[in-house]
């Protein structure tokens, strides 16, 4: 079993185009001047301040994102050595592919039916299924481009798949799908990444089956 379709999201990174594994950030600005997978790693204060909101804009603002597009598709090989399936990561500015490292948590392949958004530079993806037990899930992992590795945020409030989502200034809106009954929902819901919290929105008038989005 499988999901249903290729799904493609392009969001402005923090990285420039030049290198996925060694990160320049600030263009000659002295301490900015430096590996940020590196400082990201080895020191909390500088993995907090890259990987803030005031950052983010900060570098938008300035240049010092790009676009990046990044489109998960299934693949009949391509497998990292111990099994796991990487996400692909087109780059269109420097015209080369790169790859997002599994879900800590999926090594052996994303959900089925969940959802993919982008949103300050950032990847989320949630609800779906097990792709083992295929179980509906709660799941939100967000992808951090400045270390270029996966955190687990707030579960969302019930299991969903099959949903729509979008992403907008740090804010990821969930509507529809399934639950685990595959009951078609009427419901939505606003996560906040920053602090990983999220508020019911007005329930939509119909169930939204299947919503895509």
């Known amino acids: 079993m499988v999901s249903p379709a290729p799904i493609l999201r392009v969001a402005n990174t923090p990285l420039p185009a030049d290198s996925v594994s060694a990160t320049r950030i600030g263009g000659g600005d002295g301490a900015l001047d430096c590996d940020s997978l590196l400082l990201a790693r080895v020191c909390r204060r500088w993995r907090h301040i890259l990987q803030s909101r005031d950052f983010y804009y900060l570098r938008k603002r300035t240049g010092y994102t790009q676009k990046a597009a990044c489109l998960v598709q299934l693949r009949a090989s391509g497998s990292y050595s111990d099994g796991s399936k990487p996400v692909g990561q087109p780059r269109y500015v420097s015209g080369f592919w790169g790859r997002v490292d599994p879900v800590p948590k999926y090594p052996y392949g994303l959900p089925l039916f969940f959802q993919i958004t982008s949103t300050e530079g950032k990847l989320v993806v949630m609800g779906g299924w097990d792709p083992s037990s295929y ?79």
């Open 135 to 213: 179980d509906s899930m709660r799941d939100v992992f967000i992808y951090e481009f400045t270390t270029q590795r996966w955190r687990q945020g707030k579960h969302m409030m019930g299991t969903r798949s099959f949903l729509s989502a979008g992403g907008f200034e740090g804010r990821v809106v969930v509507a529809g799908g399934h639950d685990e009954n595959k009951n078609a929902l009427n419901t939505g819901w606003k996560y906040n990444i920053n602090d990983d919290e999220w508020t019911e929105l007005t329930r939509v008038s119909q169930e939204l089956r299947r919503a895509s989005g």
